[in-house]
């Protein structure tokens, strides 16, 4: 079961487009779906005929694919615009249905756990800064990213901000989800050889 060389691969939130392109370098047909139109403009960029569609994954409507991922903790963002996260049952409905028997859902989530993240961080280049501050508020079940970006203009600098907001997910509730959905379901911390970072989690479901 699962993709062949060859077969459709859907990827949700698709980001800077590097994934797409090494599904298509390794002879799959990629294509994805993402929400920030500067990200699609790059992924565009990046890997050039495959097809992205501008959007958020919970109101696109997914082509028909042998198997669908969603890589670097996509399922776990929250949208601004809702002021309650889908489900975890209506995500995986929704997937299960363009998926043929044996077909394939994977993803990686922030999950439940200790210790809390809380902490600060930056990166620089030579015209760049980003600052991150991440704190977890445990009662909430969320993470909370603020981001704070420089880039040089002329002789100043131009400032951005990013609020990013994070559903903490119990893996529990997910797996049963999954299985309710019509998925068998197994988890693991790496991606064969490259593990994920502390508290995430990789789900690889199958559709019975």
Known sequence: ??????????????GNGLWLRALED???EPMGIEASPALV?????????????????????FPEAEAVTAL?????????????????????????????RGG????????????????????????????????ERKPRHRLVREITTFRKNGRSYRRGEERHT???????RVKAALRAAGFTVRTADSYGAFPV????????????
């Open 1 to 14: 079961g699962g993709p062949g060389r060859g077969g459709r691969v859907l990827d949700l939130g698709s």
């Open 166 to 172: 994070l559903r903490v997910a119990d893996p529990t």
């Open 197 to 208: 970072a502390r508290r995430r989690l990789v789900f690889t479901a199958r559709k019975r």
């Open 72 to 100: 670097g903790e996509v399922l776990s963002y929250l949208p601004p615009d809702r002021p309650r996260p889908p489900s975890w049952s209506a995500v995986c409905r929704k997937v299960n249905r363009i998926l043929p």
């Open 26 to 28: 390794a002879g799959y």
């Open 104 to 135: 394939l859902f994977i993803f990686d989530l922030l999950v439940e756990g200790s210790p809390l993240l809380e902490y600060r961080t930056w990166s620089t280049g030579i015209d760049w800064a980003c600052l991150v501050e991440v704190r």
């Open 41 to 61: 403009r790059i992924a565009r960029a990046r890997a050039p005929g495959i097809p992205i569609e501008c959007a958020s994954l919970h109101d696109a409507a």
